[in-house]
């Protein structure tokens, strides 16, 4: 049986598997931020043009969405822990590939198949089935609390890694090696990191497993049989169109792109930009925390939407700065409150679904977001191509999040929580 680590505030309590999922969090994270600052400049200096590296990341989206879906809706029966192992090894093997290979074809297959973060942000199956572990392993009262600290665990790492990936980029290109190589050394150290995940996840527990893992049910060719979800089927469908939208809107900024477009507005190079989506990230992370309290007192949708909009003109105001520091001004105090949606709209999901669907409601709507930020990058990669067109991307993502939070609100106000009703 795990036994509880001593730790401060909402961690206090925390199970062996609740820690590793923190851990394994962090480490994807840092791998996924590290890769995010260098990628699309790995790309240029491979010989892709802007069109093809906008179709090569919406097809990795694609590929990631094709995964997740797959191993999302079985985890609860066939095995949580199982599931994240086969998404370590699928990470590790793109990172083989996109190490070694040049060819577009094959990066695409490889991006399309395995599992490659261009925006610094979840793709996979892991972050739903850690999600819905996580709800297993911690009480309801103190779920939001420990996702907000999840959430940060995540933010710090995302962080550190677009610091080191920018960083050691420039020390290798100081020490004479080739930009291209210096890039793929950052995308060998992904792969290692994947492997690593994988043996963090043979160590999680059957505590971590849902209740519902080694039954046999006969299948069914039904939205319920192949969704694994019954009666959270209606609200999960709902939840998921939202998401969908938003991510389509925020696939017009992840992180890559607009790293990339610092360099071609302001010719801000991989080590500045590194720092620069370090604090970006450390400030993400901080506001998780806030977001718990913010819900403790005045709910989880209210929270969400509240924190979320005024980002999101933050967000269009970035590229109508004149100069840098304005611009990363404005950069910065966007990130400081848009993520105050993330800890709060996963333990919404989790606290509004059934227990036993959890993973299956975690990857449903993941995957609607990983579709809708999948089709975006098309699109930008055209934009980019032209130079009067590099600020639109912005403007289309903040206008479309504003649509989502008004649309979110409307729908979901008045379904709360079994945990706030009983307040």
């Known amino acids: 049986m795990d036994n509880p680590l001593p730790a401060p ?29 260098v990628l699309v400049f790995y790309l240029v200096n491979v010989g892709l043009s802007a069109p093809q590296i906008g179709v090569l990341l919406t097809l990795t989206l694609v590929g990631d969405t094709l995964v997740s879906l797959f191993l999302t809706t079985r985890a609860d029966r066939l095995g949580r822990r199982r599931m994240l192992m086969i998404g370590a090894a699928l990470m590790v093997a793109a990172g083989l590939v996109f190490a070694s290979a040049t060819a577009f074809w094959i990066l695409l297959i490889a991006g399309t198949i395995g599992v490659i973060s261009p925006s610094g942000n979840e793709v996979g199956p892991f972050l739903s089935i850690e999600q819905a572990a996580l709800s297993h392993v911690v009480t309801d009262r103190t779920r939001t609390s420990v996702f907000a600290w999840y959430t940060l665990a995540g933010s710090l790492a995302t962080a550190l890694g677009a610091l080191a990936g920018g960083l050691a980029t420039h020390a290798l290109q100081s020490m004479a090696l080739r930009p291209v190589n210096s890039y793929r ?7 290692l990191l994947g492997a690593i995940l994988a ?4 160590q999680l527990s059957r505590a971590a497993e849902a209740t519902t893992r080694g039954r046999k049910k006969a299948f069914q060719a039904t939205f319920a049989g192949l969704s694994g979800l019954d009666r959270s089927g209606d609200v999960v469908l709902k939840l998921s169109a939202l998401f969908a939208l938003d991510s389509f809107a925020g696939g017009f900024v992840v992180q890559s792109f607009a790293a990339y477009w610092f360099y071609l507005r302001f010719g801000v190079q991989p080590e500045s930009l590194g720092v620069i989506f370090f604090w970006a990230n450390i400030f993400a992370g901080l506001s998780a925390l806030v977001a718990s309290r913010l819900a403790a007192r005045f709910g989880l949708v209210k929270t969400m939407v509240a924190t979320h909009l005024p980002s999101n003109v933050l967000l269009i105001l970035v590229p109508l700065m004149p100069n840098l520091p304005l611009a990363v001004a404005m950069l910065l105090v966007r990130f400081s409150i848009s993520q105050m949606d993330v800890p709060t709209r996963q333990s919404y999901i989790m606290a509004v679904v059934s227990p036993e669907e959890r993973s299956a409601a975690a990857g449903i709507t ?5 579709i809708g930020a999948a089709i975006s990058p098309i699109f930008v990669g055209v934009m980019f191509a032209r130079p009067a067109l590099i600020n639109l991307p912005f403007f289309i993502a903040g206008t479309l999040k504003i649509v989502y939070d008004l649309l979110l609100y409307r729908q979901f106000i008045a379904l709360q929580p079994p945990d706030e009703t009983r307040r």
Do not use: H, Q
């Open 9 to 37: 505030g909402p961690l206090r309590g925390l199970t062996r598997d609740a820690w590793l999922l923190f851990a394994t969090r962090s480490i994807r994270l840092f791998a996924y931020g590290s890769l995010s600052v």
């Open 366 to 370: 993941g995957v609607a977001r990983t």
């Open 199 to 202: 043996v963090l996840f043979l």
């Open 185 to 191: 050394v950052i995308v060998v150290v992904y792969a």
